[in-house]
Structures are given as C-alpha cells and as structure tokens.
C-alpha cells in the first residue's frame, strides 16, 4: 500500500508565507515525478507545480516568483514553499507522484489534501 500525507496548512493573512510537506510511504521501488495541485471551492483542480527527480521544477503563471517546489529523494518527501500568500491562493492542496511500487507498472498516486486559507 502506498501513501501521499501532507501536511503544513493553516490560516494565514495575506503577504504571508506557509511551508507544506507531503510524505510518500508504503512499498515504493522508485519515484518519478511529483507535484502540488490545488482545488478551490468550485473550481477544478489546478496545477501548481511540479518536480522530476533531477529536480527540473515547472509552475503556474499564477504562483511563479511567490512558490517553490522542492524534493527530498533519499526520505521520499516533496515541499512546497509558499510566499507572498493571496486570497486566490486559498485552496485544498493535494501531492501528486507518479512511482513504482515494486513489481508493478508506473501508477499515480494523490494525498487527500491539506488546505490552505488566506485572508484579506
């Protein structure tokens, strides 16, 4: 069994910063990539970054110069660095990997999520 935990989220005002975490565990033989995605109240879930495990990173134009995605390969563990918060930040956020379990094809796995508020 496999598992994606986050964690990190909070109440905080706007300008401010949080840090989230997402720990993958269970029978994982190996790690592609990884990503954070988030989902507002009625809206569609959206990208917000991603990792390769060389460590190439994308983003959303929207969090670009505010966010930072990084990755700890040794403890199977992904962050997100959050700066600058905005009220349209506010959102579930959900780790995404793409692993091998072994003996088993590539598979996509998601954490439920952790959710992040900024207020005004």
């Known amino acids: 069994q496999v598992q994606l935990v986050e964690s990190g989220g909070g109440l905080v005002q706007a300008g401010g910063s949080l840090r989230l975490s997402c720990a993958a565990s269970?029978?994982?033989?190996?790690?592609?990539?990884m990503g954070w995605y988030r989902q507002a109240p009625g809206k569609q879930r959206e990208l917000v970054a991603t990792?390769?495990?060389?460590?190439?990173?994308n983003y959303a134009d929207s969090v670009k110069g505010r966010f930072t995605i990084s990755r700890d390969n040794g403890d199977n563990t992904m962050y997100l660095q959050m700066n600058s918060l905005k009220p349209e930040d506010t959102a579930s956020y959900h780790c995404?990997?793409?692993?091998?379990?072994?003996?088993?094809?590539?598979?996509?796995?998601w954490g439920k999520g952790t959710l992040v508020t900024v207020s005004s």
């Open positions: 995404h990997a793409n692993l091998y379990k072994l003996g088993y094809s590539p598979m996509d796995y």
């Open positions: 269970g029978s994982i033989w190996r790690i592609n990539a």
């Open positions: 990792i390769t495990t060389g460590g190439t990173t």
